[in-house]
C-alpha cells in the first residue's frame, strides 16, 4: 500500500510547515490539528496528514518526547490504523538519532512482527528499512540470523544475496550452529560473484568460506591428538630423511608455504608440493625446542638446511579451530612453511 494524501492532506502539511516557522503560532496550529484529528468522518489519507503534520511540528521544535508520546498512544488507541507501521517507524527513528539504538530495535522489531508493510513514496518497503537498521544496531545473533533471513527470503532482488550468506554465516558461528554455518559458506562460495565480492568489515570473505569449506569435506586424517606428538613425529621424519611421512604429516587442505610477508589469502601461498625434492642431497637440521614465539594455539619450529637459496624453514603448527567437528576441534595441525628468518 502506497502512502498518498489527498488534496487536502496536502494543504494541511502545507500549513504545518508554515507553522513549524512561526513559533508563535505553533500552539495554535497544534490546536487546529488535534481538531481535525477528531473528525470522524475524515478519511484515512487525510488523517495520515493531519498526525504527520502534529509530528512534523514537535519535531521541528525539538519536542521529541512529546512526538514520541503522542504517536505511541495514537497507535495503543488505534490499532486498526493502516498506516501505525509508518508511526512507529517515525519513533524508531527519533530514538535511533539520539543513540537509543535498544530501544529503536524494539520498535523496528514490533514493526516486523506485528504491522503490515507499507510503501514509502519512493516505493521502499517500510520492513525493508527496518531491516536494514536492525541487522546494524542488533547485538544478538539469534535475531540477526532472523533479520539476514528476512532479507534474503523477502526482498532477495534488494540485497547482495551472496554478501547475506556469509553474514549468516558468520552469525551462526557466533551461535555455536555450525553445520548452518558450513551450509551458509557453501551457498556463498556457490554464487557468481563469490570470488570478487568485497564486503565491508569482512576481508578476504572468499578465502574464509573456502577454507572452512575445503576442510569440512576433507577427511582430516593428517591432525594429531597433540602438538607434543605432532612435533615427535615430524622430527623423526626429518632425522631419517622420511620424506613420504613428512608428505603424510601435512595438512591436505589450506597447507602454505610462504614467505613471512606474505599472506595465506595470497595467490601463490597455497603450495601443493612434495618434501623429496628438498631433502635429497641436503644436511637438514631443526632445533631442538619450539620458537620462544609458540603460544597455546600457534607453535614454529626452525629448521634449516633446505635449500641453497632459502635454508631456513619454519614450520608452523597450530590447533584446529573446527567446532562443527568435536573429535578434531582441538587436536593439532602441521598448517604450513614460513620461508627465511623471522622479521
Known amino acids: 500500500m502506497k502512502i498518498k494524501a489527498c488534496f487536502f492532506a496536502l494543504s494541511v502539511l502545507s500549513s504545518a510547515f508554515f ?15 488535534h481538531s481535525l484529528l ?63 539504538e535498544p530501544v529503536a530495535e524494539y520498535y523496528y522489531d514490533r514493526i516486523l512482527k506485528n504491522y503490515p508493510d507499507l510503501l514509502l513514496s519512493k516505493g521502499q518497503s517500510i520492513h525493508f528499512e527496518c531491516l536494514q537498521h536492525l541487522i546494524q544496531i542488533s547485538q544478538n545473533s539469534t535475531n540477526k540470523i532472523s533479520y539476514f533471513n528476512q532479507l534474503v527470503s523477502r526482498f532477495p532482488s534488494s540485497v547482495s544475496i551472496t554478501e547475506m550468506y556469509v553474514r549468516l554465516a558468520l552469525e551462526y558461528e557466533k551461535e555455536g550452529e555450525f553445520k548452518q554455518a558450513l551450509r551458509s559458506y ?6 557468481p560473484d563469490a570470488s570478487t565480492i568485497q564486503i565491508p568489515g569482512i576481508p578476504d570473505a572468499y578465502s574464509t568460506a573456502r577454507k572452512m569449506n575445503d576442510f569440512s569435506q576433507s577427511e582430516k586424517d593428517w591432525t594429531f591428538d597433540s602438538l607434543s606428538s605432532l612435533e615427535t613425529a615430524v622430527k623423526k621424519a626429518i632425522r631419517q630423511y622420511d620424506w613420504r611421512s613428512l608428505d603424510k604429516y601435512r595438512s591436505k587442505v589450506n597447507f602454505f608455504a610462504m614467505s613471512w610477508k606474505s599472506s595465506e589469502s595470497d595467490a601463490n601461498a ?36 633446505w635449500s641453497p637459496y632459502m635454508p631456513v624453514w619454519y614450520l608452523y603448527f597450530r590447533k584446529v579451530n573446527f567446532p562443527a567437528d568435536p573429535e578434531i576441534h582441538g587436536r593439532w595441525e602441521w598448517a604450513g612453511i614460513y620461508f627465511g628468518e623471522k622479521l
Not at 507553522?19 to 490539528?33: E, I, P, V
Not at 518526547?65 to 519513533?91: G, Q, S
Open 186 to 191: 557453501s551457498m556463498f562460495l556457490n554464487q
Open 38 to 100: 477528531k473528525d470522524e468522518n475524515l478519511s484515512a489519507p487525510s488523517r495520515y496528514a493531519v498526525i504527520n503534520s502534529i509530528a512534523a511540528i514537535q519535531h521541528a521544535n525539538k519536542q521529541d518526547n512529546e512526538m514520541i508520546l503522542f504517536l505511541t498512544d495514537w497507535v495503543e488507541k488505534h490499532p486498526d490504523d493502516i498506516y501505525n507501521a509508518y508511526w512507529l517507524r517515525t519513533v524508531a527513528n527519533i530514538y535511533l538519532e539520539n543513540g537509543a
Open 270 to 305: 597455497l603450495e601443493n608440493f612434495s618434501m623429496r625434492g628438498f631433502m635429497r642431497g641436503q644436511r637438514i637440521r631443526y632445533n631442538e625446542k619450539l620458537d620462544e614465539t609458540s603460544n597455546p594455539n600457534e607453535a614454529y619450529l626452525r629448521s634449516t638446511g
Open 19 to 33: 507553522f513549524s516557522c512561526n513559533k508563535s503560532k505553533d500552539q495554535a496550529a497544534l490546536t487546529q490539528l
